[in-house]
């Protein structure tokens, strides 16, 4: 399966909001598997300016082309894993 990951970047002001990220990503699973799960459950990712990455998930249509930008790849899987790292109890311990 092909997931579409984008990001919105969302400014000050909703005349600053613009699409900043997008991705393709593919996963065997027919769910898209833990790192789409996290990412869907956590909406959005704020910088420490207070303005935020809204993120979308959605699945590829057949033979669609995705224009792709990849502006905050390294971004978003850092977020995801502290967030699952985050999840993860304390008594699971070990590195990935």
């Known amino acids: 399966m092909r997931y579409v990951i984008e990001g919105t970047w969302r400014g000050y002001r909703s005349s600053q909001d613009h699409v900043c990220h997008r991705e393709v990503y593919k996963s065997n699973r027919a769910d ?57 109890p304390a008594s699971a311990g070990g590195e990935r």
Not at 32 to 57: H, W
């Open 32 to 88: 898209g598997g833990p790192f789409l799960a996290t990412l869907c459950k956590m909406y959005s990712i704020p910088f420490s300016d207070g303005t935020a990455l809204i993120v979308s998930v959605r699945e590829a249509k057949p033979r669609e082309k995705v224009i792709e930008k990849h502006g905050y790849t390294k971004f978003i899987r850092d977020a995801v894993y502290a967030a699952q790292d985050a999840e993860r």
